[in-house]
Each structure stands twice: as structure tokens, then as C-alpha cells.
């Protein structure tokens, strides 16, 4: 699934984005939209006579002759060997990584249209006067507001003045408590929380409690000894120095240290990643007098009243064994730690707003040391994504309209029912499922809804104030808009109809609780989808997308969700161990895989994302060829249609990583790189051998009896 994730404050996180089991990617990307050169095909094992390409449409694709980059293989590379690089290695051979990203491949260059897409409403917007208090005139005062480093400079630190004094003016932990709860002030916490669905009763909103409070990525950077991660430990710890310095804090080393120190124990305390994913686990529904005894040593009152939720009496607490012992940390770390601590990470989290020298100083460490990332991204780029998370649904009413077709809408439904019939013949095949099991798996399947495009209906941003030339103004009231809309959903039956993601996001995702894949308007264009493109190429593009996003509803922990989102068990105990077996054996097979030298991907951690891009390809898969209605598919350039079906996902994953990025992703994300995303999945699908010829002895191989069929 697509993912852009985010260390922002949990406590007003957005309530479908908080509970969605997944999206399709850690990280937003874009599509080729130029023609490339026609290069030689790989071999078919039994290429069918047929010579014409199938393009139904009768419109030019919008890469090359079929919706396909030739050119883009590397054909000195045995696709048994390494189909990631055989079918993507010459595209990623001439496009190296822009300076101002970590990592860039498909996703990215269709998210860098996206950004053009939008700058040129922005472009528009701000080059004439706008009616007040319209989104056209909050899109463009913040846009100016955020773009104009004159003023920030000329203001120095003072709009940060008065936050900076209400946290050294904290005397007790309730008052820090209390400064934590504020909407107002970007901070972190140990203990976090924010407002989403009841996953045993996802028709209402409740209180989530967990874990929270690092600096760092997760707590494994905390915990190892190697070089690597003393290393990074050692820059972060000489960067919270000087980010402390430049805002005139005293003694700025010995506070650094102390707020390594606390970090650390918070670390020691946090749970896994990898356990965290489990909603069983992290389900634990508590009334207030229940919190309060759990974790004594919290300031609740103090908390909740801050931040206007007194009057709630009903939480579910996440990781149930960590939120009492971090409570207990809190009170016995001094005040003064505190202060020093919530001053750090208020100035990291508002040093785009503040003078250069800030905002250098936090790409220095965050950009360029974790994420190996050679320049800052241009400020326009910044202020893009800033706005998509202040008005993004106002940019996106206006993005749809221009780059939207209404008949993109209804040719995705088509393909989506597609995959849905595809999707229900595959479970009633599945051998090692009971009857019964399998008619709760296709009611679950009956239900699933898609929202393709975008919301039937657009935020109200009538209560957002933006002033022009108050960029640090705009972000607070921002923070507190929105943490408005969280807290008046308490009380409300659950809004099915809200969107996690804008329109202009190229993403997707699914929701455990609603039982929904969503798939915003930015990634349905090449190469993922074109109308004009062979449908092998749409089927192996968007179908695997959608399919993935399908599969999440039977993944490792999305099956534990029934067709209504909730959280219970439909399975029967045969089944359930069944299935646990293979997703054992999944797991086992990507933990085997080096991302770099000693660095081995988490199989448990990504099992979930593995299913989905598994089952995602197979149910994919089966409705191409359903699509076909017992058709032999044309041979267009050499290809057969089973190859282009591959192809088109494989160059799909394209993807080029700097090191410390792709170290990070292994560490944290949920989703395994791309490389093994691509070659995990394919060496499981016997239709790929068949297609490709792939024999023992190829290094992808796996004798039949290995293979796992999930879906």
C-alpha cells in the first residue's frame, strides 16, 4: 500500500489516516510520461502468433506504443535472475536521484507532476487578488505567507517567543502535561494519542493512547551498539545541540545529552515495531478510573483537560504493558528535563517557519544523515506539501476539475468489479480453506466499497483563519482547525464518506474499519493506468494496485477484520492455522532477503504489505486473464501478454534508494523495498516461470513445493 509517513504529533493525527490498516507505499512518486525507445523483448516461453496490439481504445498511449518503456528494461539481466533490475534496470541506469530526494522512481516522478499540477493553480491563485475568506484566498496567503524568507528572517525568533516562554515557565508535571495536550504547540510526548475508529465498533470515534515521544526514527536506534547506529546517535546528539544553541538556550551540550538520555529510556520501554501491528494486541479498551490505574503516574486531568477531552470516559490504550511504566518515567524525569525536551522538539517541528538557520540546521540532521539526501527540497515543493496538509481539499477541488476525467471514474469501477469477480473465483479455489470459512471471506468481499478520485463532498474551510505574512500564525490556527474537527467527532456516528488522503496524492490505501480501498485521483495516470495503454498494462498497473489494496482485507491482520470493519474472529480454527502457515512461510522468505551488507528485512514486520503484493499480483493476475474471455492476447514488441502483465508491475516498483534511506525504510516501514517487493512476489507466481522460461538454477528459482499461494 502507499504510504507517506510522517513523525508529526499523534494527538491530532487524521482519523481515517490513523486507522488505515495500509497505503500503498512508504512515500509519494510519480509515472513516465514520455515515449521511449522500442528495445529487444525478453524470451516467451510460448509466445502466441498474433502480431497487433490490442489497444481497444483506439487513442495513443501515453508511453510509448502500448503503454510500455521498452527501453526501460535491462536485457543483460535473466528476468529469473533478478526481475526487478531486468525490467526496470535501464530506467534506473539513466535516472539517477534527483539531489533534492532520497529515493526516486515511478511513485516519485508522478508526485513531481502532481507538484507541477498544482503549482500552476497555485501560480495562478496568487497572481490576483482573491475574495476574502474564500479557499482561493487562503490557498494563496499561505502559499506567500510560507514562501516569503525576508520576513522570517527580518522576525527572527520572536513568533516563537511566546511558546517558548510558556514552556519555561512550566513548574510541575501537570503543567508540562498540560503543555503537551495544547494543539497549538507541535510537540512530543511519551504518551500520545489521538481520535479514530473503534475497531469492535467502527460506527463511532474513541480515544486511542500509545506509545510516542522519539526523536530518532524507532526505538532500535536507541538500542543498537554497532558503529552505524552509535554513529547516527552521535550526529543527533550534536544536532540537538546546535538547534538548542541557535535559539540562545544555555549549557546547549549537557541539554542535549540529558535529552538523549530520556529519549533513550523512552526507547527501552517503547514495544517493538513489529508487535505494534497486531490490532488484537493493541486493542485494549479501558473506562477513565481504568486509564487512571494503569498508568497512576500521569497527570490525566491536567492532560485531558487541556486538551478539551475531560468529559471523555472511554479510551483504548495500545500497547497496554508500555503506557504505565512510561507514565512512571514521566513523573520521575525532572521538570527541568522536561522543559528542555518539549523546547527541542517544539523548535524542530517549527523550523521551517524560523530563520534559515533552523530550517538548515533540521534538514542537516533529518535530510541529509538519515536519509543520505544531498539538498533541501526548493522551498515551492515544501510549501506544496504544507498546504496539502492545511487546504489540501481545496487544492484538490480545483486539481480535479483540470486533471480528472469523468470517464477515468467509471473505467476504474469497471476494472475494480473486475477484480472483485476475479477476487471471490480465486477464494472459492482456494484448497486449503473450509466451506464455511470461505462464505464469511466472500461476504467480506461483497462488501468492500472503492472511492476512486475523490470526496462527493469537500471540506468546509469556512473556519480556518489565514492571514497574509503570518506563515507561523497560519500553521498554529491550522493545528488547531484541525484538531477542532477531531474532537467534534466524539459523540458522532463515524463519517464513511471522509477521505484520508487529498485527490492530488499519488497513493492508496484501505481501512480496516470501514472495509474500503480508496484510490485518489493523482495515481489513476501512466504508468499505473491510461486508458489508451494495452490492458495487460493497466491490469499488471492499477489492477495489481487495486488488488493489493483488496488483499488487505485478508492479510496477516486485516483478516481479523470482518466485512462490517469489525474486529473479530470469522475464521475457523483450521482454517486460521492454515493460514498462519503460510504466512510463515512468507515471512521466512523475505527475512532472507539483504537490503545492505548485514542488514536483513524484517519478515514479520512487512508480512502484511508482502500479502497484499502477493495476493495483489494473483488476484490481478486472474482478472487480466478473465478479461480476456478465453482470448489468446496479441505478442506486441516480442511481448506476450502474460509478460507485459509482469512487466507492467515490475516498472511499476522501479526504484532507486540512497543508502541511509533505504536503511530507515528497512527499520521502520512496513513495506519492504521495492526491489523485493517485485522479486518477492513474482518468484511465488507460477505464471511468471511459465512466461519467462524461469528454470533451477536461476537465483529468483523456488521448486514448486516452496512456493507460497496466498490468494
Not at 264 to 275: D, F, Q, T, Y
Request: glycine share 8%; net charge neutral; aromatic share 10%.
Amino acid at each position: 500500500m502507499l504510504l507517506r509517513q510522517t513523525r508529526a504529533p499523534l494527538r491530532s493525527l487524521s482519523l481515517v489516516a490513523a486507522t488505515a490498516a495500509s497505503v500503498l507505499l512508504t512515500g509519494v512518486g510519480t509515472a513516465q510520461t514520455a515515449d521511449p525507445a522500442v528495445g529487444q523483448a525478453a524470451p516467451a516461453a510460448t509466445p502466441s502468433p498474433a502480431t497487433s496490439p490490442p489497444v481497444e481504445s483506439g487513442g495513443r498511449a501515453a508511453i510509448g506504443s502500448f503503454g510500455f518503456d521498452l527501453a526501460g528494461r535491462d536485457l543483460d539481466v535473466k528476468p529469473g535472475d533478478d526481475f526487478f533490475r531486468h525490467s526496470g534496470g535501464g530506467w534506473m541506469r539513466a535516472n539517477p536521484i534527483p539531489a533534492d530526494l532520497a529515493r526516486w522512481g515511478s511513485f516519485d516522478q508522478l508526485a513531481a507532476k502532481a507538484e507541477s499540477d498544482i503549482r500552476a493553480i497555485i501560480d495562478e491563485l496568487v497572481a490576483k487578488p482573491q475574495v476574502p475568506g474564500s479557499n482561493e484566498q487562503k490557498i494563496a496567503d499561505f502559499y506567500r505567507s510560507f514562501m516569503d524568507l525576508e520576513a522570517f528572517e527580518k522576525r527572527g525568533m520572536e513568533p516563537a517567543a511566546a511558546a517558548l516562554a510558556d514552556i519555561a515557565r512550566a513548574k510541575t508535571h501537570q503543567d508540562i502535561a498540560a503543555l503537551i495536550a495544547r494543539p497549538d504547540l507541535p510537540v512530543s510526548a511519551p504518551i500520545a494519542w489521538y481520535i479514530g475508529l473503534d475497531r469492535k465498533n467502527p460506527d463511532r470515534y474513541v480515544i486511542t493512547i500509545l506509545q510516542s515521544g522519539l526523536g530518532l526514527p524507532e526505538r532500535e536506534y536507541y538500542r543498537r551498539n554497532d558503529s552505524e547506529f552509535g554513529g547516527i546517535r552521535a550526529r543527533y546528539l550534536a544536532h540537538v545541540s546546535r538547534l538548542l544553541a541557535l535559539a540562545g538556550q544555555p549549557a546547549a551540550d549537557e541539554t542535549a545529552s540529558r535529552i538523549l538520555m530520556l529519549e533513550s529510556e523512552i526507547a527501552e520501554l517503547h514495544w517493538p515495531v513489529a508487535r505494534r501491528r497486531d490490532p488484537g494486541l493493541t486493542y485494549n479498551l479501558r473506562t477513565r478510573a481504568q486509564l487512571e490505574a494503569l498508568a497512576p503516574d500521569y497527570p490525566w486531568s491536567a492532560a485531558l483537560g487541556a486538551a478539551g477531552l475531560g468529559k471523555e470516559r472511554e479510551f483504548i490504550v495500545s500497547e497496554l504493558d508500555a503506557i504505565g511504566p512510561l507514565a512512571t518515567l514521566f513523573k520521575a524525569t525532572p521538570v527541568d528535563t522536561w522543559r528542555s525536551y518539549l523546547t527541542y522538539h517544539y523548535l524542530r517541528n517549527t523550523a521551517v517557519l524560523l530563520p534559515a538557520a533552523f530550517d538548515e540546521e533540521v534538514f542537516g540532521f533529518f535530510g541529509k544523515t538519515l536519509n543520505g539526501q544531498p539538498e533541501q527540497r526548493p522551498r515551492w515543493k515544501r510549501a506544496i506539501t504544507a498546504l496539502d496538509g492545511a487546504l489540501g481539499e481545496a487544492l484538490g477541488e480545483i486539481y480535479v476539475k483540470r486533471h480528472f476525467p469523468a470517464e477515468s471514474k467509471a473505467k476504474m469501477q469497471s476494472l475494480v468489479d473486475n477484480l472483485r469477480a476475479a477476487f471471490r473465483e480465486r477464494i472459492d479455489q482456494q484448497p486449503w480453506m473450509t466451506a464455511a470459512t470461505k462464505k464469511a471471506a466472500q461476504d467480506k468481499l461483497a462488501l468492500f466499497r472503492a472511492k476512486i478520485g475523490y470526496p462527493d463532498r469537500w471540506r468546509d474551510y469556512g473556519k480556518l483563519e489565514v492571514r497574509a505574512g503570518d506563515a507561523f500564525g497560519n500553521a498554529a490556527r491550522v493545528r488547531v482547525f484541525l484538531d477542532d474537527i477531531e474532537r467534534a467527532r466524539l459523540g458522532r456516528k463515524s463519517d464513511r464518506d471522509e477521505w484520508a488522503l487529498t485527490p492530488q496524492t499519488v497513493n492508496a490505501y484501505y481501512v480496516r474499519e470501514f472495509n474500503e480501498i480508496v484510490f485518489p485521483a493523482a495515481i489513476l495516470q501512466p504508468p499505473f493506468f491510461d486508458p489508451n495503454a494495452d490492458p495487460a498494462i493497466n491490469y499488471g498497473g492499477i489492477g495489481w494496485t487495486i488488488g493489493h489494496e483488496m488483499g488487505h482485507g485478508f492479510d496477516d491482520q486485516g483478516s481479523k477484520f470482518d466485512g462490517r470493519g469489525v474486529l473479530r474472529n470469522w475464521w475457523s480454527a483450521e482454517d486460521e492455522a492454515a493460514f498462519k502457515v503460510l504466512g510463515d512461510r512468507l515471512a521466512s522468505q523475505y527475512a532472507a532477503f539483504e537490503a545492505l551488507p548485514g542488514l536483513k528485512l524484517n519478515g514479520r514486520l512487512t508480512l502484511g504489505e508482502n500479502i497484499g503484493d502477493l495476493g495483489g499480483m494473483s488476484i490481478a493476475h486472474a482478472a487480466y486473464l478473465r478479461s480476456l474471455g478465453g482470448k489468446e492476447p496479441a505478442v506486441i514488441e516480442g511481448l506476450t501478454g502474460e509478460q507485459r502483465f509482469f512487466h507492467a508491475m515490475g516498472q511499476v516498483w522501479r526504484n532507486l534508494y540512497r543508502e541511509q534511506r533505504l536503511r530507515t525504510q528497512v527499520m521502520v516501514g512496513p513495506h519492504s523495498p521495492p526491489e523485493f517487493r517485485v522479486n518477492g512476489a513474482v518468484r511465488n507466481m507460477d505464471a511468471w516461470y511459465e512466461a519467462f522460461d524461469v528454470k533451477p538454477g536461476d537465483r529468483l528459482y523456488l521448486p514448486p513445493g516452496e512456493r507460497v499461494h496466498i490468494w
